[in-house]
């Protein structure tokens, strides 16, 4: 008896020093920062100096705030816009480059490439590209005789850029996956199907996009998250503008953190973030992973 | 697809201040090394070598210091016996849900509370994708034949030895993928560096790149060789190592 | 994989290593942005006072500041000045941390425009007593320079220099179109239209991909624009501290703004580009800052004159902003007092830093012959009377931040000017009454 339990204490200290590292940093740096932040938004007052409990003044003020709504909505509307696009042109490019014909590794790395790039260098890159009058587009379309397209002038064009530009970087990340996933199809099924004389759009649709059912929910969860996320591309190219038409949340909350230091109503906002996504994440981990 | 990242590094090669978007002047000689002379020599607001050198050293820091760590909790979590298991693994995974952005706030408060402002503590322990490295390894260590740790248990190694002489050396492959992932993240980190780096010798390369463009714009030729320049170990690295890299992301998605 | 394991461990020593020597080194980097003059080295007993001298100087400005951080250096051997440059973008986050979290410099630089957003940190010094102690001379100042640097009466920062936004044109292209006086001046009738007729007159007769006019329509260009067009009607955009946008002046400038855009007379959709379209002759005039006139002097085939910005209205008025020097709190008054020292000696010197295209604050500097020989720079030196500066609003950044996003959405169509006006006004009066 005393062996077991000195054995289930020597099991527990090490438990304790294989997690303890792991844990402080996790809990210091992740899981403490969200409840600081939590009682922070019922303080006012700018940074560094005197806070003064407010209650829920903050949340009040949000549910009335404008701002506050229009670059919710902004977010939601890129999400919604951009998520269908990246994930089916990640899974058109996957089976292009599955279909193994002449070249296609070629592709594969041309397709994914972009991802390696930094988020600065990708926004500095489509900046000089979409710029009115001295973008790369821009003069390319005067010296034709073409009337010049503004791609940051609209609020409709400042998300398409962003769209394009997120597209181009991102698309080649989904596409590895829909790979890996296509690539665990046995052959074998398909050999089957061929026997029993099934055509290409009948193999797709009953083997091949079934069997996909798990990697294109991860992709669809991944990108929305990440797109709730949203910030390098807009901070670097449309700069949150015209006016504010293409401001996300996170960018918001930067503005109200670091240019007006009102922590406690970006602590607030941040909070509203972390419970979106992480409502979102649950439903779509739900949802989506029913089997 | 391309079209971009060639146009770039055409760009690159053309003397400041020259009109890029013009085709004609773009193909057309001269082509010089100006620019990148001009990026590369440090003054008080640009730093391109410690820029990536903080870079590069955040992000193997942050690499190691993950895999690491994760990998002694996945150990601790998939294979010790101990009270309060399923509580620490669901905290874990809920942490999955937290966006680094949705802390920033007060994280930096807390940063600046410790006084780490512009420090590389500051870059290096907030942010690092711990949650996510402790799932993928621990389901490999989860899958590890039970036979294998049995009999190391019967030789009568410790759970420290086990961990190193059977653990670690057979999850190389599942941790270069992770590590991976986790570089590649650290190395674009933008908004948390901007933050907290706050004299231009603390930048990381996604921070410092913006800069080039100066405010007076148009000349593209200087930024495009500091982007040709910021991207070259990312693209080197690639081409190297395109299989790893995408089989790590292949195996992230096979979670 | 023992190979793998062994290059592994090996990869974990040498990163702490690294961050340990790092860490340590910091201070020792070879390219740190920091520089030291020639007055390190003195007679033992006199013990040199280092300063930390935080700029927000990105660009060729940059230059200039350290050069004369050099030249202050060399000439004296009391006082050791550290340039620390930083971008702008970056500056006043930074600058307010380290107000915060005491790890301040000895002296900086900030905008008499966000002094007041300084201020509740509790840590700028102020200035009265100091500066009998330092020598430093308030009258030697111009007067509306000064005054902006005081705050219920008090001094906290010592003027540099004033930079505001002014008229630059294309001297061929009006020429062209005949509309240049004998003396240089533009052929015009004083008011708002007679400005917009001189721009349909350019329209007719330069080339088509030449824009009459070229405004920042999507950045700060459009507030600092339409903020002078409304002092000039004698109305203003804070009254007694409060935001009062939504006033018929301010109706009556935003309608000229966007008629100019509307009109074809400047280019929609324009932000930063502005400059370099006027620096490559396809703009005939622009409004664009003080800090301009070293860029476009690069251009060699640039003919060019900078006036200051026109009296469109009943009275003349303009935006601008200056750079001042302020001094942290600390205990080291001996610090302290030798940083107002080196800020008098900034000023006294201001033809150096009028190169940058700002113009000097001290009368005397103004009348010198070393600032009149510089060329165009003289030419709009008398715009720093007409500056109106902004209110002393702790908040003041961010509200101007939010009635430009309205400005800007008027101009791209996005919203009619009344509308525009009116959410500008709303906007402003929550962020202040926060």
């Known amino acids: 008896m005393k062996l077991t339990r000195l054995r289930s204490y020597k099991t527990l200290m090490a438990a304790l020093i294989f997690l303890a590292p792991f844990m402080i940093l996790y809990v210091w740096f992740w899981i403490y920062p969200i409840f600081k932040g939590f009682i922070s938004s019922f303080n006012s007052g700018i940074f560094g100096g005197v806070q003064k409990f407010v209650g829920l003044d903050n949340y009040s003020f949000m549910i009335s705030d404008p701002k506050f709504w229009s670059s919710f909505g902004n977010t939601i509307y890129f999400i919604v816009i951009s998520t269908p696009a990246i994930v089916v042109l990640g899974l058109i490019l996957a089976l292009l480059v599955n279909m193994k014909l002449k070249g296609t590794t070629i592709l594969r790395t041309v397709y994914f490439m ?11 890159i489509w900046l000089f590209i979409l710029q009115s009058r001295t973008g790369l587009i821009s003069e390319i379309t005067r010296s034709l005789g073409m009337k010049e397209i503004s791609f940051l002038g609209s609020w409709e064009m400042g998300w398409m850029s962003i769209l394009i530009a997120t597209i181009w970087w991102t698309v080649g990340f989904n596409m590895i996956l829909f790979l890996a996933g296509l690539q665990e199809i046995p052959e074998d099924i398909y050999e089957a199907s061929d026997i029993d004389g099934a055509g290409g759009w009948k193999k797709f649709w009953y083997i091949t996009m079934p069997s996909l059912k798990g990697v294109t929910a991860l992709v669809i969860i991944l990108q929305s998250i990440s797109s709730f996320k949203l910030f390098g591309q807009t901070w670097l190219i449309t700069k949150g503008g015209p006016g504010t038409t293409t401001t996300p949340l996170v960018h918001y909350i930067y503005q109200i953190a670091f240019r007006q230091w009102d922590m406690g109503y970006a602590s607030a906002v941040s909070f509203v973030l972390f419970l979106t996504i992480a409502f979102i994440s649950l439903i779509q981990f739900k949802f989506l992973m029913k089997d | 697809m391309l079209l971009p990242l060639v146009w770039m590094v055409l760009s690159a090669f053309k003397e400041p201040g020259s009109t890029v978007t013009v085709v004609k002047n773009l193909i057309a000689p001269p082509f010089t090394l100006e620019s990148f002379a001009r990026v590369l020599k440090p003054d008080g607001t640009a730093m391109m070598w410690r820029w990536t050198l903080n870079s590069v050293l955040v992000g193997i820091v942050q690499t190691a210091i993950t895999i690491v760590l994760s990998s002694w909790a996945a150990y601790a979590v998939s294979r010790i016996p101990f009270k309060g298991k399923t509580f620490v693994f669901a905290l874990i995974l809920a942490g999955m849900m937290v966006p680094m952005e949705s802390i920033v706030v007060p994280l930096f408060e807390m940063i600046a509370d410790l006084g780490w402002v512009n420090s590389y503590n500051a870059l290096i322990w907030p ?9 993928i390894l621990k389901q490999f260590i989860d899958q590890l034949p039970n036979e294998l740790l049995e009999a190391a248990r019967i030789d009568g190694a410790g759970t420290f030895r086990i961990w190193w002489s059977i653990i670690w050396p057979l999850s190389t492959s599942s941790m270069a993928a992770v590590g991976i992932f986790i570089f590649i993240s650290s190395w674009n980190n933008l908004l948390w560096p901007m933050l907290v780096a706050q004299e231009t010798s603390m930048m990381t390369l996604p921070v410092g790149i913006p800069t080039f463009q100066s405010t007076f ?9 500091s982007n040709v320049l910021a991207s070259l170990p990312a693209l080197i690295v690639f081409l190297l190592f395109q299989r790893n890299i995408i089989k790590g992301i292949s195996m992230t998605g096979i979670k | 994989m023992r190979k793998y394991n062994k290059t592994v461990a090996l990869l974990l020593v040498l990163c702490l290593t690294l961050v340990a020597c790092s860490s340590g080194n910091t201070g020792n980097k070879k390219n740190e942005s920091t520089s030291n003059g020639g007055g390190g080295s003195t007679n033992s007993g006199t013990k040199v006072v280092d300063l930390n001298f935080w700029v927000p100087f990105s660009g060729t400005d940059g230059e200039y500041m350290e050069n004369m951080v050099k030249a202050y250096n060399e000439s004296q051997s009391e006082v050791n000045v550290k340039f620390m440059n930083s971008n702008w973008d970056n500056y006043y986050p930074k600058l307010q941390t380290a107000l915060v979290s005491n790890s301040a410099p000895d002296v900086a630089v900030a905008h008499v425009s966000k002094l007041a957003s300084l201020m509740p940190t509790e840590k700028v010094a102020v200035l009265d007593d100091l500066a009998t102690e330092a020598g430093l001379d308030w009258s030697t100042f111009s007067e509306n320079q000064l005054q902006a640097t005081v705050i219920d009466g008090k001094h906290y920062a010592v003027p540099l220099d004033t930079h505001a936004v002014i008229m630059y044109f294309n001297k061929k292209h009006l020429n062209d179109a005949g509309l240049l006086n004998e003396d240089g001046t533009i052929k015009m009738e004083q008011t708002a239209e007679g400005f917009t007729e001189v721009l349909r007159a350019l329209k007719k007769t330069i080339p088509a991909d ?14 600092w624009i339409w903020y002078a067009l409304v002092n000039q009607q004698g109305g203003s955009v804070f009254t007694d501290g409060q935001p ?26 324009i932000g930063d580009q502005s400059y370099d379209i006027f620096k490559t002759g396809n703009a005939a005039v622009t409004f664009s800052g003080v800090w301009a006139t070293g860029n476009f002097e690069t251009n060699k085939d640039l003919d060019f004159a900078a006036v200051p910005f026109p009296q469109l209205f009943a009275q003349p008025a303009a935006w601008g902003d200056s750079h001042t020097v302020f001094v942290p709190t600390q205990d080291n008054k001996e610090k302290q007092v030798a940083a107002l020292k080196f800020a008098d000696w900034l000023a006294s010197n201001g033809h150096m830093w009028a190169v940058a295209g700002h113009v000097p604050v001290k009368t005397a500097v103004l009348e010198s012959e070393d600032y009149t020989s510089l060329p165009y720079r003289s030419s709009y030196a008398d715009v720093i009377n007409d500056v109106v500066y902004g209110p002393k609003l702790q908040n003041l950044g961010s509200i101007e931040d939010t009635i430009l996003e309205s400005l800007v959405e008027i101009n791209y169509g996005m919203s009619s000017v009344e509308d525009g006006l009116a959410k500008a006004q709303k906007n402003a009066e929550t962020i202040l009454n926060k």
């Open chain 1, 114 to 124: 972009p991802f390696m790039l930094s988020v600065s260098v990708m926004g500095s």
């Open chain 2, 127 to 135: 942010g690092m994708m711990l949650p996510l490295a402790f799932l």
């Open chain 2, 217 to 225: 714009a148009t000349d593209l030729a200087v930024p495009m060789a």
């Open chain 3, 210 to 223: 030449v824009s009459p006019l070229i405004i920042g329509s999507n950045n700060v260009f459009t507030y």
């Open chain 3, 244 to 269: 009062t946008i939504n006033t018929p002046e301010a109706k009556v400038a935003m309608e000229l703004i966007k008629s100019w855009i509307d009109e074809g007379l400047a280019l929609p959709d």
